[in-house]
């Protein structure tokens, strides 16, 4: 096992943090003001500009294969940019991206949907979860059903992060004969409605679908092979929220430290009373375990290994790991952190859901403990027997 970054590794990481600190870290307090007028994100134009920008560094589609224009990126490098970019609030990602899933598409389809997604003209969104079935995810009732060379689609989508927003959907359906994936595009007849939650960060809708017709042309992958399509995306996805929690803690451990050495009260800094250090040194501690589960997760999808029990288990344990540590930073700034002109109370708030979606915490308990007790996976895995 080796975690050491080539010069060329290194170059990547820190071109991003270059870019974090020049073109992110100075939008943060004009992010923090749209956010507390009720107006998320960053203006679109400004939005474009940092895109052009990224792609001038050669930053554009980190996972997106060679011969879509992409970085194509091993899943290691993919984390450490992932964890650099998450140590602002601002939310930016690098363009040229689109679900791992719809790669699977037809030629056809990759030109309707997967190549406009790449180069940023079309929005998607995936549509797995219903009112009656979230972490039972096999439980959906959105049917299809054939009509002559048709499919009719029926059913309720809810918490479908950017639905609102998309003009084309990835929507799980229950056809003959099994769960199956369909493209849709708005116009053929679906309608969405946002869900307030608690943070600004992926805004979810429920999508209606009342008897929408699509051609047979719109299943994506084969009929019935729906839900493994639907696990390949959950499982990409945990990798990438493990490794944004350790760019998070990370950027909120700076500022603890920062604000502990400068504030002082009764005469001294409060960061030379232990109880302050002692938030320090677990924060330290919990971030560091939690860095190594995300990059030991990548590492074993970079050598091909089955990657979804360490995908588990750094996904549960850095969900709640930037939690804590979130909290803790707010404790240390007192007053201060409750505000909302730090990033402090915003991620305090955003870092929730990490924890529900992509898999809850339970979820990912259960298949921790169902891998150990099926043998599936040993107890230290291959580093306790190699
Ligand atoms: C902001 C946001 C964005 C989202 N984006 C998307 C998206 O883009 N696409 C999409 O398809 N879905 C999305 N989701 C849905 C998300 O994946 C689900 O909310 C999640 O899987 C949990 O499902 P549920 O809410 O129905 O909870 P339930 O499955 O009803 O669970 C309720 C509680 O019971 C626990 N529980 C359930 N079963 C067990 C068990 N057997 N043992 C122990 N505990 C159990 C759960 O862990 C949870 O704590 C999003 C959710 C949110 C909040």
Redesign the pocket.
Known sequence: MDFALTVEDRDIRDTVRRFVQRELLPREPEFLRRERSGEPGLPHDELAELQRKAREFGFWGLATPAEWGGMDLPAMLQSLVTTELATTCVPFRFGGAADNILFAATPAQQEAYLRPTIEGVRRG?????E?G?????RAISTTARRDGADWLINGQ???????HEADYAIV?AVAEPGITAFLIDREQGWTSSP?P?M?S????ATLFLDDVRVPDSAVLGEVGTGFEL?MRWIGKGRHTIAAQCVGIATRCLQMAVSYANTRETFGRTIGSNQGIGWMLADSETELEAGRWLALRAAWDADRGADARHAAALAKLYCTGMVGRVVDRALQIHGGLGYTRELPLEWWYRSVR?MR????????Q??IISRDLLRGHSRIGGHLAHP
């Open positions: 969104c995936f549509a797995l979860t009112p079935a979230g972490s039972d995810a989508k809810t918490f479908i992060t950017g639905g799980f869900i939650t943070g960060w992926h805004e979810p639907a859901v529900i979606f992509e898999g809850t915490d339970e979820m308990r259960m």
